[in-house]
């Protein structure tokens, strides 16, 4: 089984990485992520380098860049070369340790300009887009890629060896190709094919929904680490879990019902602190219903999650309707975590705020 992998010099901490998922993984949720340990690489919020050197309002996605502690990534995208290394620069300028360049994401937005999983086409682009960007800063570059653009056009071998070649210290693959986009399996086989096209560290990302899966995908062969998004949404202790079995401890026991209750009360007055009220009701409508996803009585806090406008009617909603909040109110014990499907969390896991794998 894999060690912690190195990223052009920076040891990680443990093998597993966090996605970095637009519109979840804001500086409240890695702070959720690191309270509970396990997490190898944290990832910021995914940039637009066009908007960051173009001078849009880009302060949100960077929420926590310079006192965060560190490693943690933070990836950009773009379809010109000369964004890239510009907004690259001015990231790591800022303190990011580590810079990822998304090629993956097959949102259809995206797509349109040219640019995330539309560039698996071209292997000699991403190339030269991963040069220019190695060119332009002294932190190490990686890279996230699908296994191509269809199933007739699996490109990820040699968008890797062109990768490498550019100077990349690192590439993550999500097992799909992008006209998959989520429906069907991960293919790790595939990841395992694309790890031995290269020599740098290669992360698999796709379908990790439990601790043991994640065990299970790291003894991919020529795997260095694993990529989790969509379960650690609901699942933000699955980091602390996997790590356990991997070093074979006991497996933690998930948080019952109140500590949960009190995690997203806590993530939602970060929100208001940084985004007021109506921005913070905005976001925590999305995320308190992905974190809930799943458990008993979901549909029925959904209902009252979306219906809030306020922030104290969300914080009611949360602290009444809560899945498990009548038990909480009846003294549930502490040791009984909350029962959840994570077969059925559909959070994101990378690139767009309903459903990305980027």
């Given at each position: 089984m894999?060690?912690?992998?190195v ?13 970095p998922?637009a519109g979840f ?8 992520v690191?309270?509970f ?7 910021f ?5 066009a ?7 880009m302060?949100?996605?960077l929420?926590?860049?310079e006192?965060?502690?560190r ?11 000369y964004?890239?290394?510009?907004c690259?620069?001015r ?10 360049i998304?090629?993956?994401c097959p ?8 640019s995330?999983a ?15 960007v ?6 190490p570059v990686t890279?996230k890629?699908?296994?191509?653009l ?13 990768a ?20 069907g399996?991960?293919d790790w086989?595939?990841?395992a094919e ?8 290669v ?30 949404i ?8 996997a790590?356990?079995?991997r070093?074979?401890?006991?497996l ?12 997203l009360?806590?993530h939602?007055a ?7 009220e ?12 992905k ?12 209902k ?12 009611a909603?949360?602290?009444?309707k809560f ?5 909480i109110?009846?003294?549930w014990?502490e040791?009984?975590?909350?029962p959840?499907?994570?077969?059925r969390?559909?959070a994101?896991d990378?690139?767009q ?6």
């Amino acid at each position: 089984m894999a060690n912690a992998p190195v990223i052009g010099g920076i040891r990680l901490p443990t093998p597993f990485l966090q996605a970095p998922m637009a519109g979840f993984a804001n500086r409240a949720f890695r702070d959720i992520v690191r309270e509970f340990g396990g997490c190898g690489l944290p990832a910021f919020e995914m940039v637009s380098a066009a908007a960051l050197v173009l001078g849009r309002e880009m302060s949100d996605r960077l929420w926590g860049i310079e006192d965060e502690p560190r490693p943690f990534a933070v990836q950009i995208w773009d379809r010109d070369g000369y964004r890239l290394a510009e907004c690259a620069r001015r990231v790591a300028d800022l303190g990011a340790p580590i810079i990822d360049i998304n090629f993956g994401c097959p949102a259809g937005k995206i797509l349109k300009q040219r640019s995330g999983a539309w560039l698996l086409g071209d292997p000699a682009e991403v190339g030269r887009m991963v040069a220019s960007v190695v060119r332009a800063v002294k932190v190490p570059v990686t890279a996230k890629i699908r296994l191509g653009l269809s199933k007739d056009s699996i490109t990820a071998p040699e968008v890797a060896r062109c990768a490498e070649d550019a100077g990349a210290a690192a590439l993550t693959v999500h097992g799909r190709t992008a006209d998959q986009g989520f429906s069907g399996a991960a293919d790790w086989g595939r990841i395992a094919e694309t790890a031995a096209a290269v020599s740098i560290p290669v992360i698999g990302n796709g379908d990790i929904d439990s601790p043991s899966r994640a065990i299970d995908r790291l003894r991919t062969p020529g795997i260095a680490g694993v990529m989790i998004g969509r379960a650690a949404i609901s699942q933000p202790w699955i980091f602390a879990q996997a790590e356990a079995l991997r070093l074979g401890l006991p497996l933690p026991a998930s948080p019952p019902p109140a500590v949960q209750r009190d995690i997203l009360l806590g993530h939602f007055a970060k929100l208001v602190d940084k985004f007021g009220e109506d921005g913070a009701a905005v976001i925590m409508r999305r995320f308190a219903c992905k974190f809930a996803a799943g458990a008993p009585g979901a549909r029925a806090f959904r209902k009252a999650v979306n219906e809030s406008r306020t922030a104290a009617e969300m914080s009611a909603a949360i602290e009444r309707k809560f899945p498990g909040a009548e038990a909480i109110a009846c003294g549930w014990a502490e040791d009984d975590a909350l029962p959840k499907n994570q077969d059925r969390c559909l959070a994101s896991d990378g690139c767009q705020e309903a459903d990305a794998d980027g």
